[in-house]
């Protein structure tokens, strides 16, 4: 496979012909907690997002239980069909810390979720950092959700960096962390099937949410999801 499309981070700035910042608590587009019972506000700050020394760094805070932290997305900017990719990250950690490297299928406009397809390359809930999900969300006469999970022998994903990969066929795809598969999905005979179509980049870390529930005592602020580079090979 060949390089097709990286972002490096290289630079003063987030490039803006790469990225969009989603910003607020989604209540602007319709999506007040942005869909999933999220507590934080994002942010286009320094605070929260910035480049340093060729890394992104996406930090959520917290002030009295007013949480802030950033999102971006590559919608009408950067996008991909089948291919390899790989994103180097670090990952934060704690009681309702939530990051996600993931995509939307363009045509999301036209075709809201789920029927544009999710394909969610990281998650991970902030109470277990030793545990990263891939999991795919769409419409095929009604929602589907399908995942798997890798679980690391030692340490956590806060420890150091890790690559954690799709590679992305006609309807078939499988996940990876630092190239130890754990997780491949194939399209069902006759199903509808969105992922062979084009995907946008969205990375961001939530704060609580339906799925790690609100911080507590023992979630320390502030904490980094840290981006290397996002690589796109077809």
């Not at 029927?115 to 990263?132: Q, R, S």
């Not at 630092?178 to 704060?207: C, E, H, I, M």
């Amino acid at each position: 496979m060949d390089l097709q499309w990286a972002d490096e981070f290289n630079g003063a700035e987030l490039s803006s012909a790469n990225w969009n910042y989603d910003l607020g608590n989604g209540c602007a587009v319709g999506i007040c907690g942005w869909g999933n019972g999220e507590k934080q506000e994002y942010t286009n700050d320094q605070a929260n997002i910035k480049l340093d020394n060729g890394k992104l760094v996406i930090t959520a805070t917290s002030q009295n239980t007013a949480y802030r932290s950033a999102r971006i997305n590559s919608k009408g900017k950067q996008s991909t069909a089948l291919g390899r990719i790989d994103i180097r990250a670090r990952l934060p950690k704690g009681k309702g810390i939530w990051p996600a490297l993931w995509m939307l299928g363009t045509n999301i406009d036209q075709n809201p979720w789920p029927a544009c397809g999710e394909l969610d390359i990281m998650e991970m809930v902030g109470n277990d950092p030793t545990k990263v999900f891939g999991t795919v969300h769409y419409n095929n006469n009604g929602y589907v959700k399908s995942d798997g999970f890798l679980k690391l022998s030692t340490g956590d994903f806060s420890d150091k960096f890790h690559v954690f990969s799709v590679l992305w066929d006609l309807d078939i795809i499988i996940w990876y962390v630092d190239n130890q598969p754990f997780k491949t999905f194939r399209r069902s005979p006759g199903s509808v099937y969105p992922f062979n179509n084009p995907f946008y980049f969205v990375l961001n870390v939530a704060v609580g949410g339906q799925w790690p529930g609100d911080p507590d005592g023992t979630t320390v602020f502030p904490q980094q999801m840290t981006v290397d580079y996002i690589r796109v090979f077809r």
